[in-house]
């Protein structure tokens, strides 16, 4: 069965259709799909801004590993730290669609600027660096159903993946066209100031990814490394997910200091959805498993051919694909 076929018939959702529903987490603001969570004039502050000399920004799709990405930068700028320090982390790593320009403009230096924009809506300057990272279809499809389920309104937490997959390849989700993505960013990966990384590489072959990053950064950071080899052994374990997991356990992550927003630019459906959590980091599934390969315990084979049949379709006929050829992907 392909269910993209289905797709021209809403679905339902407990008497309500699903892509309503669905459509309460996304938006458009000036062409670009990004959270309903996000104001627009920061979002359209954020399309706006123009990278200052020696920017670095840290982008990807939702779900691919950005923020593993923020700490492991964190770790390579601030090598002397033995964790992330939590005050001063979200004041270097603003989020760039969801706190405006303004954010990027008066951050900690040095630091990285989080986005998720495809290549032709970046923010550009040959004088700025960006890392790409991006996660193979699959895994990044179950990541992001996780956080809708954990996001949706009023407790509606019992929709399938199935259902949600369904709007995934319809590119009906926050980040838009996975492909569309992706590949905006694999067509650049040539440039001087582009490091276009894997999740899958980044995980399993983390400390030469680290070294690449800390070139990319500067051969200061690089050098540093090297000469220091207790330092990427340091990195890896105050970045690996286990590690980043217990922090969010302990309840040190601060969500609200990392959002920066005032309350009245906070949307009120966020507020409910993060009440209704008690505000409970640990429920939030930002660092859920953080595996490869999570995808066999939900894609069917009938889903499977539907992911095979919409790569095939959409990845372009290019060796994007290729990039996972190490990967056991269906
Ligand atoms: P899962 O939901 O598959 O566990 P992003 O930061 O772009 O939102 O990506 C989130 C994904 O990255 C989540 O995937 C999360 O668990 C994973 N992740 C976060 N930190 C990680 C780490 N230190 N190591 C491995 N994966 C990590």
């Known amino acids: 069965m392909l269910l993209v076929q289905s797709l021209n018939t809403p679905l339902r959702f407990q008497g309500t259709t699903l892509a309503a529903i669905m459509a309460k987490l ?7 799909v990004t959270s309903l969570y996000f104001p627009d004039d920061h979002v359209r502050s954020a399309l706006a801004y123009e990278p200052q000399m020696n920017d670095l920004f840290i982008v990807s799709y939702p779900k691919c590993g950005n923020t593993w990405l923020q700490f492991i930068v964190y770790g390579i700028l601030f090598p002397e730290s033995s964790s992330i320090d939590m005050k001063d982390f979200p004041l270097r790593m603003p989020f760039l669609e969801m706190l405006g320009a303004d954010a990027a403009l008066n951050m900690r230096r040095p630091g990285a600027i989080k986005d998720h924009f495809p290549f032709h809506r970046q923010p550009y300057s040959n004088h700025a660096k960006y890392i790409y990272i991006a ?17 949706l309104p009023d407790g509606k937490h019992d ?11 319809l590119g009906e989700v926050d980040g838009g066209d996975y492909f569309c993505h992706v590949r905006s960013w694999y067509k650049e990966r040539g440039r001087h100031n582009v490091l276009f990384i894997t999740y899958e590489d980044l995980k399993k072959n983390t400390g030469n990814c680290i070294l690449r990053i800390a070139e990319f950064l500067g ?5 540093r490394l090297k000469e220091d080899k207790a330092l990427l052994g340091r990195i890896i374990e105050m970045t690996s997910i286990s590690n980043v997991q217990a922090v969010f356990g302990k309840g040190l992550f601060p969500v609200q200091t990392y959002l920066n927003l005032p309350p009245e630019k906070f949307p009120e459906h966020m507020y409910r959805t993060w ?15 953080g595996v490869v390969g999570d ?22 006929g290019e060796e994007l694909m290729l990039v996972w050829k190490d990967v056991d992907l269906p």
């Open 159 to 169: 929709f399938t993946f199935g259902s949600f997959l369904e709007m995934f390849l």
């Open 26 to 32: 996304h938006k458009d603001v000036e062409g670009l």
């Open 295 to 316: 995808w066999r315990n939900h894609f069917s084979s009938d889903q499977c051919n539907s992911m095979r049949n919409w790569i095939a379709k959409k990845s372009g």
């Open 275 to 289: 009440e209704r959590q008690n505000y409970n980091p640990t429920k939030l599934s930002f660092f859920r498993k």
């Open 135 to 151: 996660r193979n279809p699959y895994d990044c499809c179950v990541s992001l159903y996780y956080i809708y389920k954990w996001l």
């Open 219 to 223: 051969c200061e950071y690089a050098g």
